[in-house]
């Protein structure tokens, strides 16, 4: 059973930092490109980064470029989100996602993307 877990969440002031964790399991993982995403109230999920199987090819949202660096460690099966200069529209559920990478799909587009984490709150205040 593929499982992925989010921690690291939680309420920062506007400046701060926060690091999100995403442990992987019940898959192998060097074989997936892994990515966060979130979701504020009543908006869309949206695309933050992504990060190949390789560990080498990323990308980001042009909205946190700058502040927010995706990173994997093969062996720990963990893909993190370093997250500075936290802002207050940042204030989302973060969403840990798996896609294969045999699977063409865009890195930004949701669809692509076949596992899910629960996800974990970050709060941004003023």
């Not at 921690?7 to 701060?16: D, P």
């Not at 559920?93 to 692509?112: D, E, H, I, M, Q």
Request: glycine share 12%; aromatic share 10%.
């Amino acid at each position: 059973q593929v499982r992925l877990v989010e921690s690291g969440g939680g309420l920062v002031q506007a400046g701060g930092s926060l690091r999100l964790s995403c442990a992987a399991s019940g898959l192998t993982f060097s074989g997936y490109d892994m990515a966060w995403f979130r979701q504020a109230p009543g908006m869309e999920r949206e695309f933050v980064a992504a990060i190949m199987w390789t560990g080498v090819t990323r990308d980001a949202a042009d909205s946190v470029k700058g502040r927010f660096t995706i990173s994997r460690d093969d062996v720990k099966t963990t893909v993190y989100l370093q997250m500075n200069n936290l802002k207050p529209e940042d204030t989302a559920v973060y969403y840990c996602a798996a896609k294969l990478r045999v699977n063409g799909g865009p890195l930004a587009r949701t669809g692509s993307y076949r596992y899910w984490g629960q996800g974990t709150q970050v709060t941004v205040s003023s």
